[in-house]
């Protein structure tokens, strides 16, 4: 996700919002698009440990939350096009992105944290009288 928006910020780098048919705006958006839905498979996978598992369901809120302010600025380019101002949204572009680099941190400790949590939870299998 967070690479899909910096490609999209990169547009705007001249000063000017590129018409949304141009190669590159459609290549982002294709990006952009494919991390939606990589996110949202990911996403309905960690479902499974959420129940049990406060701070993996938080920090996964967390960037959610970030992620859908980043999608607000997104879509607003998207239905004005090259009418669309960005120096209008630049702070929110901003903190979005630098909220979802804390909360993709933040996941990554709590996965983390969680797989050492479990990896300590497995038993050792018995040894059979043969092998001891």
Do not use: C
């Not at 928006?5 to 949304?20: D, K």
């Not at 479902?47 to 879509?75: C, G, P």
């Amino acid at each position: 996700m967070i690479g899909a928006y910096e490609r999209l910020f990169e547009l705007f780098e001249g000063g000017t919002s590129p018409p949304l048919n141009e190669d590159r705006v459609v290549a982002v958006t294709s990006e952009r698009l494919s991390a939606h839905t990589e996110w949202r498979e990911a996403q309905a996978r960690a479902e499974i440990l959420l129940a049990d598992d406060f701070d993996l369901h938080a920090v996964v809120n967390d960037f959610e939350t970030v992620r859908s302010t980043a999608t607000a600025w997104a879509r607003a380019y998207f239905q004005a096009g090259e009418a669309f101002d960005f120096s209008g949204h630049a702070e929110t572009q901003r903190t979005a992105w630098e909220g979802m680099k804390t909360a993709r941190r933040r996941l990554i400790a709590v996965a983390q944290r969680r797989a050492a949590r479990d990896t300590r939870r497995v038993l050792p299998l018995p040894r059979s009288p043969r092998h001891a």
